[in-house]
């Protein structure tokens, strides 16, 4: 048997809001505990079980480890309760097509940027509205309670480019950038679990990533924060927060476009 608890229990998300410096992030945010009771456990009245266990033991699965690839880390948000929090801030059906990866016949040639999308977003019968997402991770790993270890921010500049490149050469109905931090917050022992999550000059960096002042006007951004705040795997204990920093500008998708879509999509029995 498996018990979840989280923030779906109160209303489905919960506000949180970081300052920094002139700039306020308000992040959508679900908490997600899981109890497992095996086989033939039985539960007798009055019986107690602790959610959100602040000082559980190390397991082997950390959602910052370096053999977690972009597309693994993609798939299991995909497929995660917190799906809905970027449906909801997207302003799009919850039972929207959702594709990652995706390359032909969308991405006519594959060898030139971007090479591919890393998430379609398109409701059922609107492949003319398709939106298109360009990811790049950022792990962040508290080193203790005031200081992190962050990595691959530099590497967003990529990520820039990519989205440039996705609304210069496709120009999908909505083009957005989305930063994926990767948070492991053990170590942040002063912390209640639900706030183990980057420290704020950490955000702040992040949020002031490399080429940012590069990026089209028309290319909206996306912050989506996965943090682990214990040694129990993310698979069983997590938080996940979006924030929609910037809306991307509508733009007139070609018919040729939509059509390429819209064959993907009935491709994956969707049309």
């Known amino acids: 048997m498996i018990l979840h608890r989280g923030a779906g229990e109160v209303g489905r998300y919960v506000l949180r809001f970081t300052n920094l410096m002139r700039t306020v992030l308000a992040f959508r945010t679900i908490s997600v505990d899981t109890l497992l009771f095996p086989a033939g456990t039985v539960l007798s009245e009055g019986d107690k079980f602790r959610a959100y266990n602040p000082s559980h033991p190390q397991e082997e699965e950390l959602i910052t480890e370096k053999k977690k690839r972009e597309e693994d880390v993609i798939k299991w948000l995909m497929n995660s309760p917190a799906k809905n929090l970027l449906l909801d801030e997207l302003s799009v059906d919850e039972d929207s097509f959702i594709a990652w990866s995706v390359t032909r016949p969308i991405i006519e040639n594959t060898q030139e940027k971007p090479g591919d999308i890393d998430i379609l977003i398109c409701e059922a019968q609107s492949p003319e509205h398709a939106i298109a997402f360009q990811c790049k991770p ?8 005031d200081e992190d270890d962050v990595n691959k921010i530099p590497d967003i500049k990529e990520a820039v480019l990519q989205a440039n490149k996705q609304r210069d050469k496709l120009g999908f109905y909505k083009n957005y950038l989305v930063i994926i931090i990767k948070a492991y917050g053990r170590k942040r022992t002063g912390s209640n679990v639900l706030f183990r999550g980057p420290t704020p000059e950490t955000l702040k960096r992040i949020y002031e990533f490399p080429q940012r002042e590069s990026l089209h006007d ?54």
Do not use: H, W
């Open 138 to 145: 950022v792990s962040v790993v508290a080193f203790d309670q």
């Open 218 to 271: 028309d290319v909206g951004i996306v912050f989506i924060e996965i943090v682990q705040p214990t040694g129990k795997s993310f698979n069983k204990m997590v938080q996940v927060g979006v924030c929609l920093d910037k809306e991307a500008a509508v733009l007139n998708q070609t018919a040729n476009l939509t059509n390429r879509v819209r064959e993907y999509m009935r491709s994956k029995g969707v049309i």
